[in-house]
């Protein structure tokens, strides 16, 4: 079987879109948009607007990341968690590299279990520590979040400082989202310089 030209992959696509869409369902691509039926009978598209956060976490910390997702979203942003948006069967360590160089911030959630686990966390934040390199040094990407009392990695805690979401939840969100959202607006007054 030979691969698909670029073009033939485009056209698949919105064939795909067009299918679904005539069907009365909606699609949605990530970092791109969503794409509905229209009141008019047409396609209706909404841009993706909400700024993209990547939640990194050892497995024990599941609920406390579903929360601070679900605090994410109702705030306007779009967080990202594995157990939500990985797919059956989907290349997973590939999709999470693709997930977090696309991402407008890194959140990397420490606890006491995490912090000294190997596996996919650690991968995950290395990672993250390289596209950060690619950045300039005064935006910021990587958010250490401390979910307990835990010792943040030196590596990370010498550079960058963490927000704490414990003893008091309400409080450590508040400084996250503010920092979300300043430099969410910082970015975008430096894109608007670039147009200019």
């Not at 700024?51 to 609920?63: I, S, T």
């Not at 594995?82 to 420490?110: H, M, S, Y």
């Not at 400082?161 to 300043?182: C, H, I, M, S, T």
């Amino acid at each position: 079987m030979r691969a698909k030209k670029p073009a033939d992959a485009a056209g698949l696509v919105a064939r795909i879109v067009r299918e679904c869409v005539r069907e009365g369902a909606a699609v949605e691509i990530d970092g791109i948009g969503r794409f509905a039926p229209s009141r008019k009978g047409g396609l209706g598209f909404q841009p993706q607007t909400r700024p993209r956060v990547f939640l990194a976490y050892g497995e024990e910390d599941l609920a406390a990341v579903r929360r601070l997702a679900s605090a994410l979203r109702s705030r306007g942003f779009d967080p990202w968690v594995d157990k939500v948006k990985l797919l059956p069967g989907q290349n997973w360590p590939r999709a999470i590299e693709n997930a977090i160089e696309a991402t407008d911030f890194f959140i990397g959630c420490f606890s006491c279990s995490s912090v000294s686990k190997r596996g996919t966390f650690q991968g995950e934040l290395r990672f993250a520590l390289e596209c950060a390199r690619r950045m300039p040094l005064d935006e910021v990407f990587l958010i250490p979040v401390r979910l307990d009392e835990c010792e943040v990695p030196p590596r990370i805690r010498r550079a960058i400082q963490y927000v704490d979401l414990f003893p008091n939840w309400d409080a450590g969100l508040k400084k996250l989202e503010r920092v979300l959202w300043a430099e969410s607006r910082q970015r975008n007054r430096r894109r608007l310089r670039l147009v200019c």
